[in-house]
């Protein structure tokens, strides 16, 4: 039951990571103005890597954390 649990798990992140990859692609194609739903994609992941960065000591873990993460 757990192995099933992981499997649809992983199949959501994995999908979910497919439609960031493909909001990146469409806003930066189209523009945010043109898109009603992945609009602020890219703007909401440069203010994630720029806050990150602004935190020093603390933001370097936190991206090696998440680096881990989809790593796995």
Known sequence: ???KAK???GGL???GLALLALAIVLTLLVGAGNMAFFG???GNIT???AELGSSGLP???AVGI???LFQR
């Open 47 to 49: 203010a994630l890597v």
């Open 40 to 42: 602020g994609v890219v």
């Open 7 to 9: 499997g649809t798990i």
């Open 59 to 61: 933001g370097l873990v």
């Open 13 to 15: 992140t994995d999908l």
């Open 1 to 3: 039951m757990i192995d």
């Open 66 to 68: 998440i680096l881990w």
